[in-house]
């Protein structure tokens, strides 16, 4: 299928979380249409492994391209620390990850080359930020640090009070200390609670959300290779997902920041 400047970018995650990296690019790139993926029957990625998210990410990536999509971008941070050689060597458009674009924000926005990341178990175990910002910055120190509980806080709306002040405290007192200037946001649900982490890391600590940072690396890509969106043409928005869409719906207004108005449901086919 051919892919000009009015191609959507396409977008996927394991779930709801990537409506963040596309509120993100959304945001950024408002002329852009873009199609969103939510392996909804799959979620989550982080508990499989390596080979199986690779797996569903090229079934993924397939979906996506039947749209037309001029660009992919990996909202899922497991399926980023994975998924990405493959994914580029399959497909014949560019593939942008959440991983090396937040990484490369912590890496401009340190003062003192003390990062920390925080993100899901299986992301930390990666060890994909750390590699990453280790590219961008040799000499870096980097502390990291699974935080399992905010991804549920996300998504059940408690992103304020007494419940999740507690748990950001819980899992952030070791890092208070340690000397660390700049947090990556390293997982997608992670957004929502930033003003949380915020309170409890303190001012002198300045956060990094990927999401932010994967949206204008996208707009840098396409100005690269000429594939901007130019004039006034309608702006398309597909949602698709795996599972039955009520859930997606209900809860990804909090993720994307507005209403969803519906979403249609696929059947990726695996052999």
């Known amino acids: 299928m051919r892919h000009d400047r009015h191609s959507p970018i396409g977008v996927f995650d394991s779930g709801i979380g990537g409506l963040t990296v596309l509120r993100a690019l959304q945001e950024r790139l408002p002329q852009e249409s873009t199609v969103y993926l939510g392996d909804t029957a799959r979620v989550p990625y982080g508990t499989k492994s390596g080979d199986v998210v690779t797996r569903y990410s090229v079934k993924n990536a397939e979906a996506l391209m039947e749209y037309g999509i001029k660009l992919l971008v990996v909202a ?3 399926a980023s620390s994975v998924a990405i050689p493959t994914l580029r060597k399959t497909l014949s458009i560019p593939v942008l990850g959440v991983i090396e674009p937040g990484a490369r924000a912590a890496a401009q926005a340190t003062k003192n080359g003390h990062v920390a990341v925080i993100g899901t178990p299986g992301t930390i175990k990666s060890g994909a930020y750390q590699r990453a910002l280790q590219a961008e910055l040799p000499n870096v120190k980097v502390e990291a640090l699974a935080c399992p509980l905010f991804v549920p806080l996300a998504e059940e709306g408690w992103v304020e009070g007494e ?8 899992y952030l007192a070791g890092l208070k200390g340690t000397g660390v200037d700049t947090l990556v946001l390293g997982c997608t649900h992670y957004p929502l609670l ?6 409890v890391m303190g001012p002198q600590v300045t956060l990094v959300d990927s999401a932010k940072a994967t949206a204008q690396r996208a707009a840098e890509l396409l100005g690269e290779r ?7 043409s309608s702006v398309e928005r597909h949602y698709l997902v795996t599972d039955v869409p009520d859930r997606f719906v209900e809860v990804g207004g909090r993720f994307l920041g507005r209403p969803l108005s519906g979403a249609r449901q696929i059947d990726l086919k695996f052999g």
């Open 226 to 232: 000429d594939l901007l969106k130019t004039g006034l």
């Open 76 to 78: 899922c941070n497991t």
């Open 194 to 199: 930033s003003d949380v982490i915020s309170q």
């Open 163 to 170: 419940v999740p002040t507690a748990v950001a405290q819980r």
